[in-house]
């Protein structure tokens, strides 16, 4: 089993910035993937951006530019950097953990971009 605990969510203006962190414990495997989804209300969850164990990233074209993703050389957790944010990004993220047996999902934190 993998535990994932994230934290950073909260409210922000419109432009503003926020700071995603997702820490894994439990089974964790040298070769995996970590990244982030989100889900809006009434809309089916999506793919944010993801990271390889090997450093390999991959985003969504909605936030290319404004998004990064990180993880530390322990390759146990994943951050989330986002800048110039939309209303259209609120939405719970998610973080998410796949090894090649299995995928894992934290409990979400909400992101709230308004004025």
């Known amino acids: 089993q993998v535990q994932l605990v994230e934290s950073g969510g909260g409210l922000v203006q419109p432009g503003g910035s926020l700071r995603l962190s997702c820490a894994a414990s439990?089974?964790?495997?040298?070769?995996?993937?970590m990244g982030w989804y989100r889900q809006a209300p009434g809309k089916q969850r999506e793919l944010v951006a993801v990271i390889t164990s090997g450093g390999i990233t991959n985003y969504a074209d909605s936030v290319k530019g404004r998004f990064t993703i990180s993880r530390d050389n322990a390759k146990t957790s994943v951050y989330l950097q986002m800048n110039s944010l939309k209303p259209e990004d609120t939405a719970v993220y998610y973080c998410?953990?796949?090894?090649?047996?299995?995928?894992?999902w934290g409990q979400g934190t909400q992101v709230t971009v308004s004025s």
């Open positions: 998410n953990y796949q090894r090649v047996d299995n995928s894992y």
């Open positions: 439990g089974s964790i495997f040298s070769i995996n993937t």
